[in-house]
């Protein structure tokens, strides 16, 4: 059984910067994907960004070049830097790992508004 919790959302106003922590009850080493998913009021969750088993890493369209996902296996975390944030990246953020099935976070609201 393999747990998620994140944090670091909030509120902050366009153009500003956010840091989401995904921490892991186990070690990350052994899972070949992860990343994060976003879903805002009214629309269907979003993929965000993943790392994949290759060790490569991808971002959607919409947040290319503003964020970027990272792991510390060490501390069995993911982290999601968020820069450049705009209104519509508004959503609670969640996190997951490939498990089977996969292991989701309860999710971190982010709110951007000026």
């Known amino acids: 059984q393999v747990h998620l919790v994140e944090s670091g959302g909030g509120l902050v106003q366009p153009g500003g910067s956010l840091r989401l922590s995904c921490v892991a009850s186990?070690?990350?080493?052994?899972?070949?994907?992860a990343g994060w998913y976003r879903q805002a009021p009214g629309k269907q969750r979003e993929w965000v960004a993943g790392?994949?088993?290759?060790?490569?890493?991808q971002h959607a369209e919409a947040v290319r070049g503003r964020f970027a996902i990272s792991t510390d296996n060490a501390k069995k975390t993911m982290f999601l830097q968020m820069n450049s944030l705009k209104p519509e990246d508004t959503a609670v953020y969640l996190c997951?790992?490939?498990?089977?099935?996969?292991?989701w976070g309860q999710g971190t609201q982010v709110t951007v508004t000026s």
């Open positions: 790392i994949f088993g290759d060790g490569s890493s």
């Open positions: 997951y790992i490939g498990t089977t099935p996969t292991t």
């Open positions: 186990t070690s990350f080493g052994g899972v070949w994907t």
